[in-house]
């Protein structure tokens, strides 16, 4: 019998997650994963079966704050965690309550900007579904589950009542999933419960809201142990009708199963490409067929295959047109049902070979499994370009010069600049190295003259420039997508979770090594290589207690902040402060963190600069902005510069001018750590920027008494320090938000008074809240006052302090009652305390 959260829950004897386990396996954070593995989610032999059970393994949910569904989160918990969060949730209103759904969601958003629609959903989960008739118990439900070995988490809607039961059933895969295979599964789990959930249960974005409504029944959760659904075996599913489900032909022509099954293996296009340059021009139009049949198998259909074909074809002479082509590809059979493979076009190719160049060593890898096998470079083909028609020479050009040996490109471009993987991530390519690449590509060329005879191309400024805009066409990536994303239709874990390092992509919270790919775009890589068994930094621990002497937060604090800057996240919003004497230390944590991230990664600008038409040109693509002195001059505009960090900081869009080239418009990836002498005095009434800034002090300086060999010996233990950056950004992550030290306290509240010193002001003198009021002439003198006690020589005018004033406090209200026969204005929502009474009217005794 299936236990309420609390109790013991029974296992399936015929369920064990151990014996699956192999002596040898190595330990998970350890484990290397093959591209492959990446991309398909398909874990070693060794890992097929998960060291937890579905109640205890965590898996990907979506979480929005209500059913518009505008904003998201991604998060990563277990059945069993997920159940606490469920029940300790409650909400003045029904509508107050958040929804979730077991799936990873994209950023596009519907005309009304709602992210939940069936577009949006990247990869599933697990199936969620929702039962409303009010008959069917929760230990009913329970037990029917049980009996079908499905583990699930059960809980009571909102509108549940012992009479009328009412609950929602959540059930866990076994690996993310495409979302085509959701309605199947949707089936089987509606199979095993008799055919009663609600038929929008099988709505693939289809989320549901969790929690309790203050003053109605508390929500119920209960665990049922079991198998997860898509490998559950022997249950008949049933459609939202309850009737017998059968898959829709047009859209899912395979059966359950095969719905289930394993992708097919990666294509070797290295191999492939080597193939198609060895079957001559003049092959039949049957062995044109057969190679357009075998790409079709290989890919399933998918568009990679077709533009292979496509491209590859244009050099057939008994080709057919490119309507046909297109018809011919839709009619191909399925990968189950086809006689062509692979096999077959490199038959051909070895049938075919006879008087075509090809090397001796073209072939050697066809039969290697191995994702690292090294490719060939790949040889110039001469063409038959139209000078006239640019789009398929951009096309020749990008497949020749710009993509990958696993056929993805490695050239896009993207909010007005071309990016060009480098082997580890992007990297802006200056538009023109791009044109002289097209020159160098275009200049053996050929193409038909007047005459209809071959001669050479002979590209010029236009043709170039034409083929310049054509490649920016057929490489363009939306302007609202983020780095770092995937490309391609590829799946693999959160972006925001993984950082390029020398040795390839670091998952940061299971600590696996993936290899790097060109379908992972992201523009920052670091230089230093993960190695999880690299020695304790000891010599940076030691600089750190010098630094902080007993101050043990401020040095935990700055480990999260390593590991913050380290990944992409931007969703702390907070911008890092470190102030301190000369020679304390600051410089040498500014170049420790510069190369653990990676020099390419961070930009160096000065706070004046960010005031500046181009100032904010060389943070795009950038992960970190260390500005290593706040200095402000003194004619600089301060509200510029505030509100550039407050914007930044704050995620949102900016508007960027760039020299010589278009404005820059998009949401930066990158990281102020800011690094001063002094605290900074940067003016801001709201008081809202000292609230993003995460202050860190040091008292200790070694000026006099430096040690010359010290950033050697840091940098040498960079392998470590990645390894303590890691710590700290899991234990951010866990807590969910940075803590400042303690020993800052005092330093924030001064740099709360230098930004905002109306907020002092309030702090001192008054008290905010509804029903009070105070009039504006005994306010204002109260302010003058302050300033004066504070030595602050130039107090304003009134005009600007009631402006400073209502950024203060919002909610504000300014009113004109009448007293001693006249009206005078008063302020609403404030008034003076006892201190400020006093200073408003020294001489009332």
């Known amino acids: 019998m299936p236990k309420r959260k609390g109790q013991g829950i029974r296992s399936p004897s015929a369920l064990n997650f151990g014996e699956h386990m192999q002596d040898n396996t190595r330990p998970e954070s350890v484990q290397d994963y093959s591209l492959d593995d990446l991309l398909n989610d398909h874990l070693p032999s060794a890992q097929v079966v998960p060291l937890h059970g579905p109640l205890d393994r965590p898996i990907t949910l979506a979480r929005f704050p209500d059913q518009g569904a505008h904003s998201k989160g991604e998060h990563r918990l277990s059945l069993r965690k997920l159940a606490e969060r469920i029940a300790a949730k409650t909400a003045p209103a029904k509508d107050r309550l958040p929804w979730l759904k077991l799936a990873r969601f994209g950023d596009v958003k519907t005309p009304q900007g709602c992210l939940r629609h069936n577009a949006n959903v990247l990869a599933v989960s697990g199936v969620e579904a929702d039962y409303d008739a009010g008959q069917l118990s929760l230990d009913d439900a329970a037990r029917l589950l049980e009996a079908a070995g499905i583990a699930a988490l059960l809980y009571t809607s909102a509108s549940h009542s012992p009479e009328a039961p009412r609950w929602r059933v959540l059930a866990p895969l076994s690996r993310e999933r495409e979302p085509g295979v959701r309605e199947a599964l949707c089936a089987r789990l509606n199979g095993a419960l008799g055919g009663v959930l609600d038929g929008a249960s099988f709505t693939l974005s289809q989320a549901f809201y969790y929690g309790a409504v203050k003053g109605r029944h508390p929500v119920e959760t209960l665990l049922v142990d079991g198998n997860y659904l898509d490998l559950v075996e022997g249950v008949a599913p049933l459609g939202k009708d309850g009737r017998p489900w059968q898959a829709r032909p047009a859209a899912d022509p395979h059966s359950l199963d095969s719905l289930l099954a394993d992708p097919p293996p990666p294509v070797d296009w290295h191999a492939v490409n080597a193939a198609l340059q060895a079957i001559p021009p003049d092959c039949s139009y049957d062995d044109w067929l057969k190679v357009g049949m075998a790409l079709h198998h290989a890919t399933d259909g998918r568009d990679e295959g077709f533009t292979v074909w496509a491209d590859w074809s244009q050099s057939v002479e008994n080709a057919a047109s490119d309507r046909e082509l297109t018809a011919k590809w839709r009619s191909f059979g399925t990968r189950e049902g086809g006689g062509v493979t692979l096999g077959s076009l490199f038959h051909l190719a070895g049938q075919r070979h006879q008087g075509v ?360 233990e960079l392998p470590g320090v990645l390894n303590w950056a890691r710590e700290g950004y899991l234990r951010l992550n866990r807590r969910g938000h940075f803590v400042p030290p303690a020993s800052a306290r005092e330093s924030v509240e001064a740099l709360e008074a230098l930004g905002s010193p109306i907020s002092a002001f309030i702090k001192d003198r008054c008290e905010v809240a509804p029903g009070l009021t105070v009039s504006c002439d005994d306010l204002h003198s109260a302010w003058r006052e302050w300033c004066a006690t504070n030595r602050r020589d130039y107090p304003g005018t009134i005009a600007s302090f009631g402006k400073d004033l209502h950024a203060a406090v919002p909610g504000l209200t300014v009113s004109r009652p009448r007293g001693d026969g006249q009206r005078t204005r008063h302020y609403n929502g404030i008034g003076l305390n006892a201190s400020g009474r006093i200073a408003s009217d020294p001489f009332d005794d």
């Not at 693509?621 to 003194?634: E, M, N, P, Q, Y």
């Not at 200790?700 to 010290?710: H, M, T």
Request: with cysteine; proline share 7%.
């Open 357 to 716: 160049a090809v090397e001796a060593d073209d072939f050697d890898d066809l039969d290697d499994d191995t994702p690292s096998a090294k490719p060939q470079p790949r040889r110039q083909k001469i063409r038959l370009l139209d000078p006239a028609d640019p789009m398929p020479s951009a096309r020749h050009l990008v497949r020749d010069r710009y993509t990958s040996p696993e056929n993805l490109r490695t050239l896009h471009h993207y909010r007005g600049s071309f990016w060009e993987w480098n082997g580890a991530c992007y990297r802006d390519l200056d538009e023109a190295a791009t044109q002289a690449a097209i020159w160098t590509y275009l200049e053996p060329m050929r193409k038909l003259s007047l005459k209809g005879k071959e001669t050479s191309f002979k590209p010029c400024a236009s043709s170039v420039a034409n083929v310049l805009a054509a490649t920016k066409a057929v490489t363009h990536l939306p302007t609202d997508m983020q780095s770092p994303s995937w490309l391609s239709g590829a799946m693999g874990p959160n972006p925001m979770e993984l950082v390029p390092v020398a040795n390839g992509l670091l998952h940061l919270p299971s600590g696996r090594l993936l290899p790097p790919t060109p379908a992972f775009f992201t523009l920052a890589a670091s230089d230093v290589a993960f190695d999880p068994d690299a020695a304790e930094p000891s010599e940076w621990f030691r600089f750190l207690d010098q630094v902080w002497p007993g101050d043990h937060e401020s040095i935990d604090t700055l480990q999260e902040i390593f590991g913050y800057l380290l990944s992409a996240d931007t969703s702390q919003q907070k911008i890092p402060l470190i102030v301190g004497p000369k020679r304390s230390g600051k410089g040498t944590i500014a170049r420790v963190l510069t190369a653990l991230v990676g020099q390419g990664n961070v930009v160096s600008p000065t706070l004046n600069s960010l005031a500046t038409n181009f100032g904010a040109e060389p943070l795009i693509g950038k992960s970190v902005a260390i500005i290593g002195d706040a200095r402000l001059s003194g004619k600089v505009d301060r509200d510029a510069i505030t509100e550039r960090l407050l914007g930044i900081s704050g995620e949102d869009s900016q508007s960027i001018d760039r020299k010589y080239r278009g404005a820059w418009h998009g949401r930066l990836g990158v990281r102020f750590l800011v690094m001063s002498n002094e605290l900074p005095a940067l003016k801001d009434a709201s008081g809202a920027l000292a609230g993003r800034f995460l202050l860190l002090t040091m008292n200790q300086s070694f000026y006099g008494r430096e040690d010359r060999g010290l950033a050697a010996r840091l940098l040498s």
